[in-house]
């Protein structure tokens, strides 16, 4: 019913920066919170960071001061701005959106994840 794609991963060294993009389309009525989570090789996903339609934002103590998470409502889109990347944030990141689609029914929806791979 929702559709998430995500861009903007790849390979950077470390200190580097790296912006990601997810567009959601779909049956979509409301968006109440998106977000970014990832996992690494043999460790569970985590969260990175989340927004609400209201622009409220959470992020994971690994990541504050570093990562910036924003969004777009008309676009349906949210964004990742990684600055000072180290190695130890090299994962598969994935696009969450949660909500509510225009048959009244609940979202929560999943990217196929971008490669973020940092280099020390």
């Known amino acids: 019913q929702v559709q998430l794609v995500e861009s903007g991963g790849g390979l950077v060294q470390a200190g580097g920066s790296l912006r990601l993009s997810c567009s959601a389309s779909?049956?979509?009525?409301?968006?109440?919170?998106m977000g970014w989570y990832r996992q690494a090789p043999a460790k569970q996903r985590e969260l990175v960071a989340v927004i609400s339609s209201g622009g409220s934002t959470n992020y994971a103590d690994s990541v504050k001061g570093r990562f910036t998470i924003s969004r777009d409502n008309a676009k349906n889109t949210v964004y990742l701005q990684m600055n000072s990347l180290k190695p130890e944030d090299t994962a598969v990141y994935y696009c969450n959106a949660r909500g509510t689609t225009t048959l009244v029914t609940s979202v929560d929806s999943w990217g196929q994840g971008t490669q973020v791979t940092v280099s020390s």
């Open positions: 779909g049956n979509i009525w409301r968006l109440s919170s």
